[in-house]
């Protein structure tokens, strides 16, 4: 069971195979056609894309929402919404005072009702086999969405107002984080990406105090932490394991051998860090499976977890992840199939394609990475086998798979960008997405009837 | 001399409160008020441009360091002749449209006036119709465009286009920056791309040969 994996990864025990977590925070939204707002916004449509995620990504564990702007908005920053992004900090209610704020917020302000109701949904729907991650902004980072980045100047300047301030946002931090334990998180995250950009002398004065109190509070309620900080934190880690969480999450600046030594040495997990725009983004399938296999090669063995660098742009091509998640649960034959490509290309394996404007039946073909470990492909398969039935008058269909050189070959003559994908007479019909029953059955008959 | 070396390392340190006390011994020494700035401040703010660069030095460091160069800047004026301030060029910056993040922006002002460069910054959120705006008001010599979401890189692309229809683009270079950014996004539309706050100096004295 994936939960079982990562929970025995953050016990700091050797488990069976790495974790695998997705950070598919506002790229979930992709996988339905909504919006970042929509997801954010919206109890019905956060659920139906997290649990898209889970069924096409199959993760050990999972954020329930990645959005920073939470607590922020709650403690009265304006936010600018975007279509893609999660939303940004307009204002920042203490950039002309120093004074410090009393509100904690409560199970009633702002999204979180919606936020919490979700939590409890999924919970029931796919938290018996993955772990659920519920996301808290960090007090440094809420503590610059109040302040602004005047912040940076006050740790100059005046330590112990960042120190007083710094420690609300803790409590605020403590809030949070005990609604999500209640709603029955698995994990507690504190992100933080600001933390990269201070010293960390910086980090001892006047963060770690606080900090501290927060993973302190995780533990004493029995569930694991992770701290997240994005940028080039590799000067950090070291005083980021003083905190004592269970884990770190760092993303494609940080060197991950380097940082694991830190983080061994404090018998904590780490967690990182596929590249989110040079790889996830803009690369190809076979990227993120090296990717991931690289991450495999110099971190692997316990105490890591595989995870993008931080939280997915919303535009990550479906099947890179679905590449990268093939790639840390069967590491093995991802490598396969990674030989095979290159073997494919350098052996030049003659391919033979079907004369398609001439077909006595319409001929479905499904191309897979391998359907026995990646689950939109095993998906993909179904939905084709499922209406066999009904169209075998009419259609016929075949499956080609990356495990096998001669089925590359195919895929590189047809020009398959992506796998899984499903052509239809010789063009291009879904890609990564299922399509229903319904759907399948109608495109094959219009396949027909041009035919 | 040492009342230099005293104000270089005042600036490497962002000691504000003793920068005018320092710069006061310097003069009663005998040093120019253009030795002052050159080899007291400007050379500081150079040190904290290549510790920030090799991760010495974070944020908070870098922004008080500015600011201790910045008083230093405002006592010595009076004191400089015409032709002791040479000013390298002239940068308007923006971050681009759909981004409220100017950290990284502004760390990027400070070096490049550190260096002697002149700073014109639009501010966040700035559309491609602005910064035609502002090219046009203040022809700087480089634009600098700055994106923290990898989705409003694409609004370095449509600030470009925007200067090439106004035909304003060949009129400057182009420099971008942030997180998401990379090279290959700027070759997009012919612009330059560096890593950090430290290395933007490097490339605005290289577009600027």
């Given amino acids: ?451 | 001399m040492k009342a230099l070396q005293d104000i270089y390392q005042c600036v490497v340190d962002g000691e504000m409160d003793e920068v005018e006390g320092l710069i006061d011994e310097a003069l009663s020494a005998g040093c120019t008020a253009k030795e002052i700035l050159d080899d007291g401040l400007l050379a500081g703010m150079a040190e904290v441009g290549e510790q920030f660069k090799v991760g010495d030095m974070f944020v908070p460091e870098v922004l008080v360091a500015a600011k201790t160069m910045d008083i230093g800047m405002t006592k010595i004026k009076p004191m400089l002749q015409s032709g002791d301030i040479k000013e390298v060029g002239t940068v308007l910056f923006a971050t681009v449209k759909g981004d409220l993040h100017d950290i990284g922006k502004k760390l990027v002002c400070m070096m490049l006036e550190g260096a002697g460069y002149k700073i014109i910054d639009l501010g966040v959120d700035v559309s491609p119709e602005a910064v035609c705006e502002g090219v046009k008001e203040y022809k700087p010599d480089l634009v600098g465009l700055s994106a923290m979401l990898t989705t409003t890189t694409l609004s370095m692309k449509e600030t470009a286009d925007a200067l090439k229809q106004a035909g304003l683009y060949d009129s400057v270079r182009i420099m971008v920056g942030g997180a998401p950014v990379n090279q290959k996004i700027a070759d997009e539309f012919g612009g330059h791309y560096s890593t950090n706050a430290s290395t933007a100096v490097e490339l605005a004295n290289e577009l600027m040969k």
């Fill in chain 1, 1 to 451: 069971m994936g939960k079982e994996l990562l929970f025995q990864t953050l016990r700091h025990e050797q488990a069976e195979r790495t974790p695998w977590v997705p950070f598919a925070g506002v790229h979930a939204g992709k996988l339905v056609g909504y919006t970042a707002e929509e997801i954010l916004k919206d109890e019905d449509k956060l659920l139906t894309a997290l649990q898209e995620v889970n069924k096409i990504y199959t993760p050990d564990g999972m954020p329930v929402v990645f959005d920073l702007q939470i607590e922020a908005e709650v403690l009265g920053c304006e936010l600018l919404w975007a279509r893609d992004n999660p939303p940004s900090v307009r204002s920042h209610p203490l950039s002309g005072t120093k004074e410090i704020p009393g509100k904690i917020p409560t199970a009633e302000d702002g999204r979180l009702p919606m936020i919490l109701r979700t939590m409890g949904r999924l919970k029931d729907t796919v938290g018996a086999d993955t772990a659920l991650y519920g996301l808290v902004c960090g007090p440094f980072t809420l503590a610059s969405h109040l302040r602004g980045s005047d912040i940076f100047m006050d740790m100059a300047t005046d330590q112990d107002y960042v120190r007083d301030l710094v420690g609300y946002c803790a409590k605020v931090c403590t809030a949070v984080t005990q609604m999500y334990i209640d709603a029955g998180m698995d994990v507690i995250a504190v992100v933080d990406p600001l933390v990269s950009q201070i010293s960390p002398k910086h980090f001892t004065k006047m963060l770690h105090e606080s900090f501290t109190a927060v993973f302190d509070h995780i533990r004493a309620a029995g569930v694991f932490s992770s701290f997240f900080v994005c940028g080039n934190a590799t000067r950090q880690i070291e005083v980021m394991c003083r905190t004592g969480p269970d884990c770190i999450s760092v993303d494609e600046n940080v060197e991950l051998k380097a940082a694991k030594e830190v983080t061994d040495r404090y018998n904590i997990a780490i967690g990182g860090n596929i590249p989110l725009t040079t790889t996830m983004l803009h690369g190809t399938q076979q990227d993120n499976m090296k990717c991931v296999l690289d991450i495999l090669d110099v971190a692997g063995g316990k105490n890591l977890i595989v995870s993008p660098g931080c939280d997915m742009p919303y535009d990550v091509p479906i099947e890179n992840t679905v590449a990268a998640a093939q790639a840390v649960r069967n590491p093995d034959s991802a490598r396969k199939m990674l030989e095979n490509y290159v073997a494919a290309e350098e052996e030049d394996i003659p391919v033979e394609l079907p004369d398609y404007g001439h077909l006595d039946k319409v001929l479905v073909e499904l191309f897979l990475l391998d359907p026995a470990q990646c689950a939109a492909c095993t998906y993909m398969l179904a939905a084709m086998e499922d209406v066999y039935d009904e169209v075998k008058d009419i259609a016929e269909y075949c499956s080609y798979k990356y495990t096998v050189k001669k089925d590359i070959a195919r895929i590189k003559k047809m020009g398959v960008a992506n796998l899984p994908s499903m052509y239809i007479n010789g063009k291009l019909a879904y890609s990564s997405i299922i399509p229903s029953r319904a759907e399948l059955i109608a495109s094959i008959r219009s396949a027909a009837q041009k035919g």
